[in-house]
Protein backbone atom coordinates (compact mmCIF):
# COMPACT_ATOMS: atom_id res chain seq x y z
CA UNK A 1 0.00 0.00 0.00
CA UNK A 2 2.71 2.29 1.24
CA UNK A 3 4.69 1.49 -2.41
CA UNK A 4 1.66 2.45 -4.16
CA UNK A 5 1.59 5.62 -2.76
CA UNK A 6 4.83 6.09 -2.87
CA UNK A 7 4.36 5.38 -6.97
CA UNK A 8 1.57 7.67 -7.42
CA UNK A 9 2.98 10.37 -6.20
CA UNK A 10 6.05 9.66 -8.25
CA UNK A 11 3.99 9.94 -11.34
CA UNK A 12 2.11 13.22 -9.99
CA UNK A 13 5.20 14.99 -9.37
CA UNK A 14 5.93 14.62 -13.50
CA UNK A 15 2.34 15.83 -13.79
CA UNK A 16 3.23 18.53 -11.66
CA UNK A 17 6.18 19.26 -13.74
CA UNK A 18 4.89 19.43 -16.67
CA UNK A 19 1.52 21.33 -15.82
CA UNK A 20 3.86 24.35 -13.41
CA UNK A 21 6.98 23.73 -14.32
CA UNK A 22 7.32 23.03 -10.93
CA UNK A 23 9.74 20.13 -9.18
CA UNK A 24 8.63 18.01 -6.68
CA UNK A 25 11.07 15.38 -5.50
CA UNK A 26 10.34 11.55 -4.32
CA UNK A 27 13.20 10.42 -2.43
CA UNK A 28 13.89 6.86 -0.69
CA UNK A 29 13.76 9.70 2.60
CA UNK A 30 9.95 10.17 1.77
CA UNK A 31 9.35 6.65 1.08
CA UNK A 32 10.61 5.98 4.63
CA UNK A 33 9.17 8.80 6.15
CA UNK A 34 6.21 7.51 4.62
CA UNK A 35 6.79 4.65 6.67
CA UNK A 36 7.01 6.13 9.78
CA UNK A 37 3.82 7.87 9.75
CA UNK A 38 2.08 4.54 8.01
CA UNK A 39 3.30 3.23 11.30
CA UNK A 40 3.05 5.36 14.16
CA UNK A 41 -0.72 5.83 12.64
CA UNK A 42 -0.99 1.92 12.86
CA UNK A 43 -0.22 1.99 16.40
CA UNK A 44 -2.47 4.75 17.40
CA UNK A 45 -5.47 3.21 15.88
CA UNK A 46 -4.27 -0.02 17.81
CA UNK A 47 -4.27 1.62 21.13
CA UNK A 48 -7.44 3.28 20.45
CA UNK A 49 -9.53 0.20 19.40
CA UNK A 50 -7.66 -1.90 22.76
CA UNK A 51 -9.40 0.77 24.57
CA UNK A 52 -12.42 0.49 23.28
CA UNK A 53 -12.11 -2.83 23.74
CA UNK A 54 -11.35 -2.60 27.41
CA UNK A 55 -13.91 0.02 27.94
CA UNK A 56 -16.59 -2.45 26.65
CA UNK A 57 -15.85 -5.19 28.39
CA UNK A 58 -16.20 -3.16 31.34
CA UNK A 59 -19.37 -2.09 30.59
CA UNK A 60 -20.60 -5.51 29.88
CA UNK A 61 -18.97 -7.20 33.28
CA UNK A 62 -21.50 -4.50 35.29
CA UNK A 63 -24.23 -5.94 33.36
CA UNK A 64 -23.22 -9.49 33.94
CA UNK A 65 -22.58 -8.49 37.78
CA UNK A 66 -25.95 -6.65 37.92
CA UNK A 67 -27.86 -9.53 36.47
CA UNK A 68 -26.61 -11.62 38.72
CA UNK A 69 -27.60 -9.41 41.64
CA UNK A 70 -30.95 -9.53 40.13
CA UNK A 71 -31.09 -12.94 39.72
CA UNK A 72 -30.07 -13.74 43.34
CA UNK A 73 -32.81 -10.88 44.71
CA UNK A 74 -35.87 -12.42 42.68
CA UNK A 75 -34.77 -15.70 43.88
CA UNK A 76 -34.41 -14.80 47.69
CA UNK A 77 -37.37 -13.10 47.24
CA UNK A 78 -39.58 -16.09 45.63
CA UNK A 79 -37.96 -18.18 48.78
CA UNK A 80 -39.07 -15.94 51.52
CA UNK A 81 -42.78 -15.71 50.28
CA UNK A 82 -42.49 -19.53 49.61
CA UNK A 83 -41.50 -19.46 53.97
CA UNK A 84 -44.11 -17.11 54.58
CA UNK A 85 -46.52 -19.33 52.39
CA UNK A 86 -45.65 -22.50 54.60
CA UNK A 87 -45.94 -20.84 57.86
Known sequence: ???????????NSTRFLQELSRYNYVTPTSYLQLLAI?????????????TARNRTKTGLDKVL???FVLFFWFNLRI???HLVTCL
Open 79 to 81: AGN
Open 1 to 11: MCQEIHSSVAL
Open 65 to 67: VFL
Open 38 to 50: FSNLVGTKKQEVA
